[in-house]
């Protein structure tokens, strides 16, 4: 937003700024040549005042000077008789006084007269090309150019505005869309437009909204599906109570638990979905989380763990939460491994991968996406009860994906050189982060 009102501000000021700035060129210039040409007038007007005392000279002498004056001023120089124009009456009292004076011809060009007095003889000086319209012209040539101007920055703010008038429109549209429901938009972004964040924001939403309404439909689905299994074994369990042994009672508490256990982990996954937007973060050295979980899964597992560690690698994130999805993609590799799995940080320049990888079965790409839904497992690991080991909820990835979410960061999937799944964690080195 801050980007769009500076542009704006920008194009408005430096228009008006170039505008102003030529006008008072073209201005002055006319100022100037007005200048020069009204004392090229006086001059003239000057000299066209002694010529009646020319008169009294000899005829040559008369023309010689005559001559010489035409040339110095650069103006025809004549002489004729007064009844051979004709005169205003104001015209001719001020010719008979004595005085010049000055007329245009058709060309507006200016000539002086001036009459000899007691004599019928006039002096005609001029026409005096008029080199520049007169000062009234060029106010009208200033109108025109200012016009001309605004009328240009008023097209070039026309040209500016339309894009995002345009953009504006369309957000419009997608507001009064989501509202009526229609939350699955196609929305068209311009690389261009000064207002993509605000689309990218609304799209963002509107994918937020199609995801928790979605999420919510599997929760739903899920709680129902996976409490009623373990429910219905217990109502039988307690049933059978009367002559309850120490195995029934064992599969009750083993029930008891998996109930348990699917509550903190929907519960944790709802947590993430409204987690506040500033999550704590701060600077976490990550070879040394990722030996720390390594510890506990040894403790816990006879799979064969590589891991090299690194040089110390600091990463501004939050350590609960990545500890949390680096947890989440190592036990999924420990469950769903054969025999081995490594684990891996490459630093680059611009972001940091974490890598899990197994020599499990893999998962087949028509599955890649899917896995990151909430309560999505593979076919063949949906039974719990057949092999605990193997036994998930579904949330695990999902939670991965909601943390790297929070870190502006991207959790992907790929095959791995062990034979199984490798789940990379893109981390992106951003100040912003
Ligand atoms: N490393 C892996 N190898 C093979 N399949 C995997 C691997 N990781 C995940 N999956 C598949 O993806 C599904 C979703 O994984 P996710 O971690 O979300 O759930 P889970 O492990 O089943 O349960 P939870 O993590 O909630 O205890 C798993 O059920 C499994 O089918
Ligand atoms: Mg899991």
């Known amino acids: 937003m801050n980007r769009l009102f500076i542009n704006l501000y920008l194009v408005i ?11 008072e060129q073209l201005w002055q210039q006319f100022v100037e040549s007005e200048h020069a040409q009204s004392q090229q007038w006086h001059h003239i007007e000057q000299v066209a005042k002694i010529l009646p005392i ?11 000077i005559i001559s010489q004056l035409s040339k110095t001023l650069d103006v025809p120089i004549k002489t ?36 000899v007095l007691e004599s019928p003889i006039v002096y005609q000086v001029g026409p ?27 097209g070039v703010i026309a040209l500016w505005t339309r894009p995002l008038w345009r953009d504006l429109n369309q957000l419009n549209h997608m507001a009064s869309e989501i509202a009526d429901g229609k939350l699955d938009l196609a929305i068209y972004t311009n690389k261009h437009s000064p207002i993509k964040k605000i689309v990218i924001t609304f799209k963002d939403m509107a994918h937020r909204i199609i995801r928790l309404l979605s999420d919510q439909k599997q929760l739903v689905n899920a709680v129902s599906h996976e409490l009623r299994t373990p429910l219905s074994r217990l109502r039988f369990s307690l ?26 982990e929907m519960l944790s996954y709802a947590r993430l979905e409204n987690i506040n937007q500033d999550i704590k973060k701060s600077s976490v050295e990550l070879t040394s989380l990722i030996s720390n979980q390594i510890n506990k899964l040894v403790r816990i597992s006879d799979i064969s763990i590589t891991w090299q560690k690194p040089a110390p690698c600091y990463y501004h994130c939050n350590e609960h939460l990545l500890e949390r999805a680096i947890q989440n993609l190592s036990t ?41 839904q909430p309560f999505f497992r593979l076919e063949t690991h949906r039974n719990r009860d057949e092999n605990q080991q193997k036994g998930g909820y579904g949330l695990g990835l999902a939670i991965v994906q909601r943390i790297c979410e929070w870190h502006k960061a991207k959790c992907t999937l790929s095959v791995s050189k062990l034979g199984g799944c490798k789940f990379i964690i893109n981390l992106p080195k951003d100040k912003n982060i």
Not at 13 to 23: A, E, F, M, R, T
Not at 54 to 64: A, D, I, P, R, V
Not at 132 to 153: E, G, N, P, R, T
Not at 244 to 264: G, P
């Open 13 to 23: 000021i430096l228009g008006l700024l170039s505008i102003n700035w030529l006008s």
């Open 239 to 264: 049933a059978m109570l009367e002559g309850a042994n120490e195995e029934q009672r064992k599969d009750m508490v083993q029930d008891v638990s998996e109930i348990e256990a699917l509550i903190d």
């Open 332 to 372: 999924n590799a420990l469950r769903y491994a054969k025999g081995s799995i490594e684990i891996s940080l490459v630093n680059t320049q611009d972001h940091i991968e974490i890598m899990v990888e197994d020599d499990g079965q893999g998962i087949d790409k028509q599955d890649r996406d899917k896995i990151f």
């Open 80 to 115: 004729s008789l007064m009844n051979n124009f004709y005169w205003l009456e104001e015209q001719k009292v001020k010719l008979m006084s004595g005085q010049v004076l000055r007329n245009y011809d058709e060309q507006d060009n200016v000539i002086f007269y001036v009459k």
């Open 128 to 154: 005096v090309n008029q080199s520049m319209s007169s000062i009234a012209h060029s106010q009208d040539f200033k109108w025109l150019f200012l016009c001309v101007s605004y009328l240009l920055l008023g």
């Open 54 to 64: 020319l008169q009294g000279q000899k005829h040559q002498t008369k023309e010689s």
